[in-house]
């Protein structure tokens, strides 16, 4: 049995050390840049705009979490929630906490009149796109995913002349 509960400042370390191993396991372990006080902030600073919520066992020992924001869809004219991280450790997956994680964002964005519940996953992630088809989740299959950052993050926005006027 999962409780899901939201995250408090004292679940930092555990959620930090959660998306590092996410984060091997995506084959990226050089990538995160994140600290304990740039996540402390943004989810418990003065006006946070990313949430999380943790999954626990029977004994109240974190077995996952999920992180998440609030998206904006033009066409419905609601919010919805996009999914950033959903991490269950290795050892309890398969006890039903990712679902139970899914489930919560679900009835919370139902329960505020969000359009959806929407996420990304590696192509090469076989176990989770299973995972995801099962609860009833269907890929975009015409979309694709694009990003700028770092230099050309850097260079382009440089450009643009318009960075002071805010």
Known sequence: MSVIRPATP????????????????????????????MLAEVLFGEHPRVFAHMAENDAGEVRGFALWFLN????????????EDLYV????????????????????????????VEWSVLDWNEPSINFYRKLGASPMEEWSTFRLTGDALAAFGARSGAGARG
């Open 89 to 116: 450790t290795p050892e309890a997956r398969g006890e039903g906490h990712g679902k139970a994680l899914l489930q919560h964002l679900a009835a919370t964005a139902v329960e505020r009149g969000y359009a959806r």
């Open 72 to 83: 904006y869809s033009t066409w419905e004219g609601v919010h919805g929630i996009y999914l």
């Open 10 to 37: 004292a679940d930092v370390p555990v959620i930090l050390q959660m998306i590092h191993e996410l984060a091997i396991y995506e084959k990226e372990p050089d990538a995160v840049r994140n600290t304990p006080e």
